[in-house]
């Protein structure tokens, strides 16, 4: 699976950006996405994760929950991470991963596919 990260850019704080998750290669239709991030000096941490049915089967970090939402369209192999209310602290190259086998867990090491990550910058 080939996942294409884009979506980032430059944002000013309270504002709203939304970063999509393509999938080529491979239907991901059947695993379930995560997202992560990376703030340079700062190891990769968990933001949100859908499972390969969608839906109500989200799961997102504290830090995040109530501004970010996670989607997914199978129909066109994407995944969505919806940011609201953008915080300076939310800079990061955002990565979206693919889990094979489990339902969107919060541990990088467990998900098989890494897009290339896109930036997100939010200015204060």
């Known amino acids: 699976v080939q996942l294409q990260a884009s979506g980032g850019g430059l944002v000013q704080a309270g504002g709203s950006l939304r970063v999509s998750c393509a999938a080529s290669?491979?239907?991901?239709?059947?695993?379930?996405v995560g997202w992560f991030r990376q703030a340079p000096g700062k190891e990769r941490e968990f933001v949100a994760a859908?499972?390969?049915?969608?839906?109500?089967?989200?799961y997102y970090a504290d830090s995040v929950k109530g501004r970010f939402t996670i989607s997914r369209d199978n129909a066109k192999n994407t995944v969505y991470l919806q940011m609201n209310s953008l915080k300076p602290e939310d800079t990061a190259v955002y990565y979206c991963?693919?889990?094979?086998?489990?339902?969107?867990?919060?541990?990088?090491?467990?998900?098989?596919?890494w897009g290339q990550g896109t930036q997100v910058t939010v200015s204060s």
């Open positions: 991963g693919v889990q094979v086998t489990g339902w969107g867990t919060s541990a990088s090491y467990e998900y098989d596919y």
């Open positions: 859908i499972s390969w049915s969608g839906g109500s089967h989200t």
């Open positions: 290669g491979r239907t991901f239709t059947g695993y379930a």
